[in-house]
């Protein structure tokens, strides 16, 4: 069971975000930098690619109940209207659905700040 205390920040849940997914067998490209260092606003925090499954796409880390930014709505919008996949993971609970399966859409719920698959 993953407690809520384990968090501590976005940066801490990123850290965990990327150990999982590069265990599950995914390439993972930070592109998150620390404040002002951002290549884009609304650049998600991550890119990831599984090769060996044929699948990649942006995956945004947000804090649980943390809503995202209008830069970063517009990039997801963006994104899923160009058929790109586009995720918000706010914790490990999100994880395991987006390893075994990685769809092309992915429900981000506002109210709650989490997801389902």
């Known amino acids: 069971m993953i407690r809520a205390s384990v968090y501590h920040g976005e940066r801490a849940i990123q850290k ?5 997914l590069r265990k599950a ?3 993972v490209y930070i592109l998150s930098r620390s404040r002002g ?4 606003k609304g650049l998600p925090d991550l890119f990831i690619r599984h090769t060996a499954r044929k699948l990649h796409g942006w995956v945004e ?11 970063q709505e517009a990039f997801r919008r963006a994104a899923l209207d160009a058929g790109e996949s586009h995720w918000v993971v706010c914790d490990l609970w999100n994880l395991p659905g987006l390893i ?5 859409s992915y429900a981000y719920h506002r109210e709650t700040g989490s997801g389902s698959i």
């Open 37 to 40: 260092a951002r290549y884009h």
């Open 16 to 20: 965990q975000i990327v150990a999982a």
């Open 61 to 71: 880390v947000k804090r649980p109940g943390e809503k995202l930014r209008p830069e």
């Open 100 to 104: 075994e399966t990685a769809p092309a």
């Open 25 to 27: 067998g995914w390439l």
